[in-house]
Nanobody, 130 residues
Framework: QVQVAESGGGLVQAGGSLSLSCAAA????????MGWFRQAPGKEREFVAA????????YYADSVKGRSTISRGNAENTVHLQMNSLKPEDTAVYYC???????????????????????WGRGTQVTVSS
């Protein structure tokens, strides 16, 4: 069984920064690729960033590229998403997901697909005020 939990959301002014964290507790052990998605009110869930199990590859949506950094934490299957220069359009619920059984994140197309990921957290709210 896998449990995924996000933390670090909150309210921030435009231009500010926020760091999100995610921990995936996986009973069988091992390291897994992980990703971040977000969903704004009235919109579909969209890809934000992803990182391979080894941390050797990262992927970013164009909307956050250059403003965000995804990294793996010291603890196994933990990831962080540092977001800078936040904009009101970044307001959304941010979800963390773990790819346990799916394909390896060898390319952006695979990393950006929600179906690549098998376990999802409940989400954390990020609100950027103008």
């Amino acid at each position: 069984q896998v449990q995924v939990a996000e933390s670090g959301g909150g309210l921030v002014q435009a231009g500010g920064s926020l760091s999100l964290s995610c921990a995936a507790a996986i009973r069988t052990g091992g390291r897994y690729s992980m990703g971040w998605f977000r969903q704004a009110p009235g919109k579909e869930r969209e890809f934000v960033a992803a990182i391979t199990w080894s941390g050797d590859k990262t992927y970013y949506a164009d909307s956050v590229k250059g403003r965000s950094t995804i990294s793996r934490g010291n603890a196994e299957n933990t990831v962080h998403l540092q977001m800078n220069s936040l904009k009101p359009e970044d307001t959304a619920v941010y979800y963390c997901a773990a790819a346990v059984y799916g394909p390896v994140l060898t390319e952006y197309r695979v990393a950006a697909q929600a179906r690549t990921y098998d376990y999802w957290g409940r989400g954390t709210q990020v609100t950027v005020s103008s």
